[in-house]
């Protein structure tokens, strides 16, 4: 059994910054890609940013050069600091991770999603 757990969401005045966190805790033998995904009111769920086991990372372009994804693997926690933050960023925030004894047996697991704000 494996939880993800987003913390750090709220409202925030557009031109500001938040800092989300995805902690998974369970039977966790390895975690390799940890993503965000948002999803709007009536918008399909997308991908904002994603980071592997060895860092690499992935951007949407509609969040390039405002958001950063880091990871913290001794707390098994993902983060995504979002800075300049606009009023279409306002979304729901799901993170999810693939994790598994092996890259090849490894599952999908999602957060309960955390909401965020950008309004005056």
């Known amino acids: 059994q494996v939880n993800l757990v987003e913390s750090g969401g709220g409202l925030v005045q557009p031109g500001g910054s938040l800092r989300l966190s995805c902690a998974a805790s369970?039977?966790?033998?390895?975690?390799?890609?940890m993503r965000w995904y948002r999803q709007a009111p009536g918008q399909e769920r997308e991908l904002v940013a994603s980071?592997?086991?060895?860092?690499?990372?992935y951007f949407a372009n509609a969040v390039k050069g405002r958001f950063t994804i880091s990871r913290d693997n001794a707390k098994n926690t993902v983060y995504l600091q979002m800075n300049s933050l606009k009023p279409e960023d306002t979304a729901v925030y799901y993170c999810?991770?693939?994790?598994?004894?092996?890259?090849?047996?490894?599952?999908?697991?999602w957060g309960q999603g955390t909401q965020v704000t950008v309004s005056s």
């Open positions: 999810n991770a693939d994790i598994g004894s092996t890259y090849f047996a490894r599952d999908r697991y």
């Open positions: 980071i592997s086991s060895g860092d690499s990372t």
């Open positions: 369970g039977n966790i033998p390895s975690i390799y890609v």
